[in-house]
């Protein structure tokens, strides 16, 4: 995946979110987050760029600039931040995004056993 876009866009995908969902979380607009699906933004602020790679759940390096490994947790771990992240947020919205993600990863971990 050569673009930043194209990278969101993967990732975004296999952990079934929505731009609405991103945006919640990252703490942007929907419209930022539309630019970076749509490739009018090339490079993120760091803030912006570290949250996104959390909710990713990539590494911030993989995800800015296509190169090193991918992955940032083991989807056991990742399951476990996602749900550390809900329970610390009051944002009603934001929990129930966290609780998508963690069951994303829930299954991904189930998966992996097998």
Do not use: Y
């Amino acid at each position: 995946m050569n673009t930043l876009a194209k990278r969101i866009a993967s990732r975004q995908k296999e952990l079934g979110l929505t731009t609405k969902d991103i945006a919640t979380l990252v703490g942007v607009s929907v419209q930022a987050v539309g630019q970076w699906e749509s490739g009018g933004t090339e490079n993120l602020k760091h803030e912006h760029l570290f949250a996104l790679a959390d909710v990713l759940n990539v590494s911030p390096k993989w995800l800015a600039l296509g190169v090193g490994p991918m992955g940032e947790l083991r989807a056991e771990d990742a399951f476990a931040r996602a749900l550390d992240c809900r329970e610390a947020t009051r944002d009603q919205a934001a929990r129930k995004v966290w609780e998508r993600i963690a069951a994303s990863f829930a299954k991904s971990a189930t998966f992996a056993k097998r």
